[in-house]
T-cell receptor
Framework: EAGVAQSPRYKIIEKRQSVAFWCNPISGHATLYWYQQILGQGPKLLIQFQNNGVVDDSQLPKDRFSAERLKGVDSTLKIQPAKLEDSAVYLC????????????????FGPGTRLTVT | AQRVTQPEKLLSVFKGAPVELKCNYSYSGSPELFWYVQYSRQRLQLLLRHISRESIKGFTADLNKGETSFHLKKPFAQEEDSAMYYCALSRTGNQFYFGTGTSLTVIP
């Protein structure tokens, strides 16, 4: 099966500009996650969707970040306006469901988008 | 607050030696714990989870609720084990938290 697809793979923008990332999860996966991974740190969950509904966005900086998953399939993450501290790898992951029978399903990660804000 | 701590950023062991990657967590409930691994130029992928109590690629991890730890162990390290390892915690399938990772190098 095809894995999680993300584009672009690399993006360089100036601060205060806008940027958008796209993710296409594995077919049939109900749950989609966006993570931010700053250099030297672990992935930080920004937002979690189940189908087209938001399950958790408690760590999403809502003043500048937004995400949507129309039709419950692919998703876009937007930053507007970007700051220097947004430089990071943005990872998308998907799973069949977030949880069933008392345990979480495995997350399948995409290759990530490396964002550099100058 | 939920937190996952991996105290070692770098760990080097010789081939054939035992390896232990430490993970401690803080959580006031019953967490789900995972180990994810990222090999060079590959995607982050699940290695194992505490709920399944399985051994993957010779690695095991036991959840110790008393010590709030979930250390990853392998009795004999192999060169192909060299990778970045992340411990992760989930609260009821939501709100996943990852540690900062440990870079393991197995010396031939």
């Amino acid at each position: 099966e095809a894995g999680v697809a993300q584009s672009p793979r690399y993006k360089i923008i100036e601060k205060r500009q806008s940027v958008a990332f796209w993710c296409n999860p594995i077919s049939g996966h109900a749950t989609l996650y966006w993570y931010q991974q700053i250099l030297g740190q672990g992935p930080k969950l920004l937002i979690q969707f189940q189908n087209n509904g938001v399950v958790d966005d408690s760590q999403l900086p809502k003043d500048r970040f937004s995400a949507e998953r129309l039709k419950g399939v692919d998703s876009t993450l937007k930053i507007q306006p970007a700051k220097l501290e947004d430089s990071a790898v943005y990872l998308c992951a998907s799973s069949p469901l977030n949880r069933d029978r008392g345990h979480s399903y495995e997350q399948y990660f995409g290759p990530g988008t490396r964002l550099t804000v100058t | 607050a939920q937190r996952v701590t991996q105290p070692e950023k770098l760990l080097s062991v010789f081939k054939g030696a035992p390896v232990e990657l430490k993970c401690n967590y803080s959580y006031s409930g019953s967490p789900e714990l995972f180990w994810y691994v990222q090999y060079s130029r590959q995607r982050l992928q699940l290695l194992l989870r505490h709920i399944s109590r399985e051994s993957i690629k010779g690695f095991t991890a036991d959840l110790n609720k008393g010590e709030t730890s979930f250390h990853l162990k392998k009795p004999f390290a192999q060169e192909e084990d060299s990778a970045m390892y992340y411990c992760a915690l989930s609260r009821t399938g939501n709100q996943f938290y990852f540690g900062t990772g440990t870079s393991l190098t197995v010396i031939p």
